[in-house]
């Protein structure tokens, strides 16, 4: 359950919860679901830049503000691209060039 995932609910917490969530009306219900998704998504992609970011570090040494500030700009499916770029540069002027052109 996303809920679990995020906020880390103990087991009476969870089931206060599915109760609360329950007695929602539809209309609440679904926007509850539309907001996890959005946090859900969210999740991702900051799990997606701090890896991209990591493997960068491992890679090339420090990340710079300036290569942070491009990753945080980068769409998923971009993050997704740059990974696999990673693991085929062999110089930082390689990845320069990724995020210029990205």
């Given at each position: 359950m996303f809920?679990?995932?995020?906020?880390k609910l103990s087991?009476?917490?969870?089931?206060?919860?599915?109760?609360?969530?329950?007695?929602?009306?539809p209309e609440g219900?679904?926007?509850?679901?539309?907001?996890?998704?959005?946090?859900?998504?969210?999740?991702?992609?900051?799990g997606k830049e701090d890896l991209v970011a990591r493997l960068f570090r491992h890679?090339?040494?420090?990340?710079?503000?300036?290569?942070?500030?491009?990753?945080?700009q980068l769409t998923s499916e971009q993050l997704n691209e740059l990974g696999e770029a990673l693991l085929d540069s062999t110089k930082?002027?390689?990845?320069d060039k990724w995020l210029a052109g990205n």
């Open positions: 809920i679990e995932n995020y906020l087991a009476a917490e969870s089931e206060v919860y599915e109760q609360n969530f329950v007695e929602l009306a219900r679904e926007a509850t679901m539309e907001m996890m998704t959005s946090w859900y998504r969210q999740g991702r992609q900051e890679r090339f040494g420090e990340v710079s503000p300036k290569v942070k500030k491009r990753l945080n930082l002027s390689d990845l």
